[in-house]
Each structure stands twice: as C-alpha cells, then as structure tokens.
C-alpha cells in the first residue's frame, strides 16, 4: 500500500509537531497537499512562527486519522526531516487543493506562501477498525526501517503465560519459541511482563 498517498488523498488534514526555541513542543493543523515516491508536500507563510520553526529545527512529526470513531479510526504517523524548497511547485499545488485559492484568491497574497517538504522519514500505518487491529512501518528516502514491538526468543518452552494477556490474540504458539504476529501487535508489553522465562524482548 502507498501510505503517502493514502495520507494525501484520504486523510489530507494532520496535527503537525515541531519543536520550538526553548525545546517545548508546539502543534498546528497542517494540510499534506502532495506526494511523490520519496516525500510530503505542505505549505505555509513565510510570516508564521511555524516557518520559522520549520526552518531552524529542520524536523516534524505529524499524525492523521480517517473514522467516525475511535473503533472506525485509520491513523498514519510520520517523523522526518523537513526542508524548504520555495513557491515553484504552488501553482500545481493550488490546481490539485483547488480550495486554497479561497484562502489566497490572489497571486499577490500567495507571495506569502513557500512549500515545504519532508524528505525523509519513518511512519506508521494504525488500523483499528479491524479485529486484530493491523499496523504497519514504512520508511521513505534514505531512510532504513526501525523495528519496533516484541520478539520472543529461544528462551521460550510454551508455557503460554503470554496468551492470556495478549488483548488481540497475536501470539501463535505453532512452533516453539512462539512468535508475535506483528502485523497484530499493540505493543502493549504485556507478553513480556508475565513470561516466567524472559522469553521476550523488546525491540526498537
């Protein structure tokens, strides 16, 4: 699956985490109006503090979601750093997030805007309309994938101490050691708490 696309064209509208002069946090609504095999598009003023943020820190994260409700809920996370790459590509992205030209109706007030582009980052998939709930880690420009969540090792004998609290089930005991089914997984840590024989470790 193509998640920048998905986040592009499905979700669109994100919260967008940046990190200002004394170190503190600070979010924003942020529209990802473009993608291509090894990025995100957005734009902003050149007058807000958020330009200046994105500027001198060269890094964001950020998180959408798509559902009615928390049990309906498809989220896509991405980190990655950021860069300027100016007004040239506004014209294409004002054709394709034709609203925009409601906000800045003028070629004069579009001076304002600069496009920003996240070039390379890590990010998540986070289904929870499905039972098991289904995630997935993606990565994009020269970026290698970082796992994360639990493996169990040769420490393993099948006692099972694990199946009980697992709240989706994704531990399959048809060979020893048993294995996470990590496509299911929480992350929880719950598995690794209870194992009477430190058969788990967590990864990432």
């Known amino acids: 699956m193509n998640y ?11 919260v967008m985490a940046t990190v200002d002069n004394n170190g ?3 979010t924003c609504a942020i529209d990802i109006m ?5 990025g995100l598009f957005f734009l902003t003023a050149k007058g807000k503090s958020l330009y200046d943020r994105l500027t001198q820190k060269g890094y964001v994260a950020l998180t959408g979601m798509k559902g009615n409700d928390t049990l309906s809920c498809v989220a896509v996370s991405v980190n990655g750093k950021v860069k300027e790459i100016g007004s040239e590509p506004l014209d294409s992205l004002f054709e394709k997030n034709s609203y925009m030209k409601e906000i800045y109706p003028t070629k004069e007030s579009r001076k304002a805007l600069t496009v920003f582009r996240i070039y390379e980052g890590s990010g998540e998939w986070f289904d929870l309309s499905k039972k098991p709930i289904e995630r997935a880690a993606f990565t994009f420009g020269d970026v290698q994938e970082i796992n994360e969540g639990y493996v169990i090792s040769d420490n393993c004998v099948g006692c099972k101490a694990c199946e009980s609290v697992c709240p989706q089930n994704c531990i399959d005991f048809g060979t020893i050691p048993a294995m996470v089914i990590q496509k299911n ?3 929880c840590g719950n598995c690794m708490t209870v194992c009477p024989h430190n058969a788990v470790i967590k990864r990432g």
């Open 4 to 14: 920048l696309k998905y986040l592009v064209d499905e979700i669109h509208t994100t």
């Open 24 to 26: 503190l946090p600070v």
């Open 34 to 38: 473009d993608y291509d095999d090894s």
């Open 185 to 187: 997984c929480l992350h």
